[in-house]
C-alpha cells in the first residue's frame, strides 16, 4: 500500500467511524438525487407517452375552442369538450374527396374511473400510436353488437375483465355517484394489447351503444316516466346526433392545410381542425416554464444537498485537528490532508447517487402500477440514460468542488498548527 | 547528527521570536532531555527539527542534509524516513485499529517500509515484533478501540510507531505527562532501552526536572533559545 492508497483507506475509515452523519448526509444526497433524477424520468416519459399517443393522424376536429384543449379531450382523455358536434357536419366534411378516412370519437361517460368512447369500427383499422403502430388484439374481436365493448389493456387488467364479461356505464365521470346505465349493459368482446398511451385506459364502445344508453336521456338525465329497455332499442334506428370530435386520415398530405382551412371556415357550424403535431408542440410551449421550475426545484434541493455534507465536513474540521496533526508526524503531505477532504467528499456524493438510483429504481417499482393507475403514465424501467449519466455525472464534480472548500480549510489549518496537537 | 545554527522562528510575522538558537548539536545515537516551562517553545523546537515549520532564518541539517533547503514535499518525505514522533497523548488515530496505527508510517516511508520488511518479513509483522518489545499483548489487545486502552498502554503503541522501520532520531513530546509517576519510569526505561537498540538519537522534551537525571546530557530550552519568551 502506498500513500495514496493509504489517504483513501483512511477516509473510508474517518468517514466508517463517523457513520450516523456520514450515513445522514449520503441519504440527503440520495434523496435528492431521485427527486433529480425522478423528475426527469416523469418529464421525459410523460413526452414520450404524448408523442406517441397519436401518429399517422392528419386533422383532429372538435367544436370552436383551444387547440389544446381540443388535443387533450380527444386524445388524452384529460378534461371535457365545451360543445359537441353534429353528426351531419362529420358526415358532410368526412364525405370530401381528399378525405381518406375518418374517426368518429364520442365521450362522456365512463365506467369504474375509466373513459368511455363510442366510435365504430374504423377505429380499429385506422388509428395508429408510436411509430405508426396498428392496434392489436390480445384477445377477441371488434363490436359487432350495439352493445359490445372493447377494453383496452389497463383497463382489463386493473379490473380483471375477460372477454364476455358485462360492464355497465356510468354517465359522466365521476369514480362513483354518477347515474348508472344499468339497465343497458354491455359486454367485453375484446381486449387491445397495451400501447403505453391513454388507449389503455379506455372502454371502446360502439357509436349506437352510447346513443342507445342514452336514448331515454335528455340533458344529463334519465327522462322521467320514459323506459326503453336493451331489447326495445335494439329495434330502434341508432343513428347518433352528435359526437364530441373526429380523427381524420387525408388521401395526400398536401391537402392538411386546405382541408383544415375549409374545415375552420364552414358555415353551418364552428369547427376546429388542428394539426396533432403542432398542438402538441403548442402544448410542450404552455409545459416548458413549469418543467423549467421543477427543474429549477430539483437542482436547488441537489444543492441543498451538497451544503448538508458541506456542513459535515466542516463541523467535523475541528476535532480532526489531532488526526491531522499525527497523520503530518508520520509523513502525510498536505496534499494528502487536501485529498482526503476532497475523496470523503466523493465518497459521500458517490455513495449518496448510488443510493439515490437504487431508491428511484425502488420507488419506480412500487409507484409505477399507481402512477399508472391514476395518470396513465406507464414509466419504463430502461436503464440511466446518458443525459441521467451526464447529470449524475455533474452532481458527482460540483460534491467533488464543494469538497475543496473545507478540504483547503483543513490544509489552512493543518498548516498553521504543525505538529501541534490540540484538543 | 542534527545541527541547528543561528535560527529565528516565529509563529507569525507579527509576533516575537518564539524560537532564535544561535548554535545546537546533538550527536547520532546521543539522548537529549530538553527541559522548559510552559510556553517555553518546547514543541515548536520540535516542529522545527521535524521540519513541519521552518524557520526564518538559520539552518536545521539532520545528517547531512539541511532541511530548510528542501521543498515542502521533500521535507515531508525526509521527516517521516528520518523521525518517529511520540506526543504528549492522544497519538493514536482512534478509528484505526492499533496494528494499523503502528505501521502508518510504512505507508508514507517507503524506507521505513522497507526497513521493516528487511527486519521481520512484513510491516505488520515488525508492527507485532515492537508491540511485543513494548510489554503489550497484541492477542488481548487486539479488536479493542484504541481510545479504550490505557494512556500508558497508547504512549507504548506510540513508541512502536516511532520505532518502526528503524527511524534515525526519535521525537518525544512530554510523553510522559499523561502517566502517573511508577507507569512513567517505566515507561522511560523502555523507550530508552528501546532508542539505544537501534542507536537513534532521542530529543526528549519536558517541562517535568525530576525526568533529567535519566539522561546523560539534559539542557534547559532557555540554554540554546535565547529568544525571550513574549510570555
Ligand atoms: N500554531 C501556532 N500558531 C501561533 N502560535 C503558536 C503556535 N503554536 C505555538 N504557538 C506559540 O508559541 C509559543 C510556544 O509554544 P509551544 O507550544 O512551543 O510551547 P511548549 O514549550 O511546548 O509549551 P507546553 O509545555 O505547554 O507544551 C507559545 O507562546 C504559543 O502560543
Ligand atoms: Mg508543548
Request: hydrophobic share 45%; net charge neutral.
Amino acid at each position: 500500500m502506498n500513500s495514496a492508497s493509504a489517504i483513501v483507506s483512511l477516509s473510508v475509515k474517518s468517514l466508517a467511524n463517523r457513520r450516523v452523519t456520514a450515513g445522514l448526509t449520503v441519504f440527503a444526497i440520495a434523496l435528492s438525487v431521485m427527486l433529480l433524477l425522478g423528475v426527469e424520468k416523469v418529464r421525459t416519459e410523460a413526452k414520450a407517452s404524448f408523442s406517441n399517443t397519436i401518429s399517422g393522424t392528419d386533422l383532429i376536429v372538435g367544436a370552436r375552442s383551444g387547440g389544446i384543449q381540443l388535443l387533450l379531450y380527444s386524445v388524452f382523455r384529460i378534461g371535457n369538450a365545451t360543445n359537441n358536434i353534429s353528426w351531419k357536419s362529420y358526415k358532410k366534411i368526412t364525405d370530401a374527396p381528399y378525405v381518406e378516412w375518418a374517426i368518429p370519437l364520442s365521450l362522456g361517460d365512463s365506467h369504474r374511473g375509466f373513459r368511455v368512447l363510442g366510435t365504430n369500427n374504423d377505429y380499429f383499422k385506422y388509428y395508429r400510436y408510436g411509430r405508426k403502430q396498428n392496434l392489436q388484439f390480445v384477445d377477441g374481436k371488434e363490436f359487432q353488437d350495439i352493445f359490445d365493448a372493447v377494453l383496452g389493456a389497463d383497463v382489463a387488467e386493473s379490473l380483471g375483465y375477460r372477454v364476455d364479461d358485462p360492464i355497465t356505464v356510468t354517465h359522466g365521470l365521476g369514480q362513483t355517484g354518477g347515474i348508472n346505465h344499468k339497465d343497458k349493459p354491455f359486454q367485453v368482446v375484446g381486449i387491445l394489447a397495451r400501447t403505453g398511451t391513454p388507449l389503455d385506459r379506455t372502454i371502446h364502445v360502439s357509436l349506437q351503444g352510447t346513443e342507445a344508453i342514452h336514448i331515454d336521456w335528455r340533458g344529463g338525465s334519465p327522462l322521467p316516466g320514459m323506459k326503453v329497455t336493451a331489447e326495445e332499442v335494439r329495434q330502434l334506428k341508432l343513428n347518433p346526433k352528435t359526437i364530441t370530435a373526429f380523427l381524420i386520415g387525408l388521401e395526400s398530405k398536401l391537402s392538411i392545410f386546405k382541408a383544415q382551412r375549409q374545415i375552420n371556415q364552414y358555415r353551418k357550424e364552428p369547427l376546429l381542425a388542428i394539426l396533432p403535431g403542432v398542438a402538441l408542440q403548442e402544448l410542450w410551449d404552455l409545459m416548458g416554464t413549469a418543467e423549467a421550475a421543477l427543474g429549477v426545484i430539483s437542482l436547488l434541493v441537489v444543492g441543498t444537498s451538497l451544503l448538508v455534507m458541506l456542513a459535515m465536513l466542516f463541523s467535523s474540521l475541528n476535532e480532526r485537528r489531532r488526526e491531522m496533526a499525527i497523520l503530518r508526524s508520520v509523513g502525510a503531505r498536505m496534499t494528502h490532508i487536501f485529498s482526503m477532504l476532497v475523496i470523503e467528499a466523493g465518497l459521500l456524493v458517490g455513495a449518496g447517487i448510488i443510493v439515490g438510483v437504487a431508491l428511484l429504481y425502488a420507488g419506480l417499482f412500487i409507484l409505477q402500477p399507481v402512477i399508472n393507475a391514476k395518470f396513465g403514465l406507464f414509466l419504463s424501467f430502461d436503464i440511466i440514460t446518458l443525459r441521467d449519466g451526464l447529470i449524475l455525472l455533474g452532481i458527482f464534480v460540483a460534491g467533488l468542488l464543494s469538497g475543496a472548500i473545507p478540504a483547503y480549510h483543513a490544509y489552512r489549518q493543518s498548516l498553521s498548527d504543525g505538529m501541534i496537537i490540540r484538543v | 547528527m542534527i545541527e541547528l545554527q543561528s535560527i529565528i522562528f516565529r509563529w507569525r510575522p507579527s509576533d516575537c521570536p518564539t524560537l532564535h538558537i544561535p548554535q545546537f548539536e546533538v550527536p547520532q545515537g546521543e539522548s537529549v532531555f530538553i527541559s522548559g516551562p510552559s510556553g517555553s517553545g518546547k514543541t515548536t523546537l520540535l516542529n522545527l527539527l521535524g521540519g513541519v515549520v521552518v524557520p526564518e532564518e538559520g539552518k536545521v541539517t539532520i545528517g547531512d542534509q539541511d532541511i530548510t533547503a528542501l521543498s515542502n514535499q521533500a521535507r515531508d518525505t525526509f521527516r517521516v524516513d528520518n523521525i518517529g514522533f511520540i506526543f504528549q497523548q492522544f497519538n493514536l488515530i482512534p478509528f484505526l485499529s492499533i496494528l494499523e496505527n503502528v505501521t502508518l508510517p510504512g505507508h508514507f516511508s517507503s524506507q521505513r517500509r522497507q526497513n521493516s520488511i528487511e527486519r521481520s518479513g512484513s510491516l505488520e509483522a515488525d508492527a507485532k515484533r515492537l508491540l511485543a518489545h513494548m510489554d503489550l499483548d497484541l492477542n488481548e489487545l487486539e479488536g479493542r478501540a484504541v481510545s479504550l486502552m490505557s494512556t500508558g498502554q497508547q504512549q507504548r503503541v506510540a513508541v512502536a510507531r516511532a520505532l518502526l522501520g528503524a527511524p534515525r532520531i526519535i521525537i518525544a513530546d512530554e510523553p510522559t505527562s499523561a502517566l502517573d509517576t511508577d507507569t512513567r519510569m517505566a515507561f522511560l526505561d523502555l523507550l530508552s532501552k528501546e532508542v539505544e537498540a537501534v542507536n537513534a538519537t532521542l530529543i526528549f522534551v519536558s517541562h517535568d526536572q525530576s525526568l533529567a537525571s535519566r539522561f546523560k546530557r539534559s539542557i534547559p530550552l532557555e540554554d540554546i533559545n535565547t529568544a525571550k519568551g513574549h510570555q
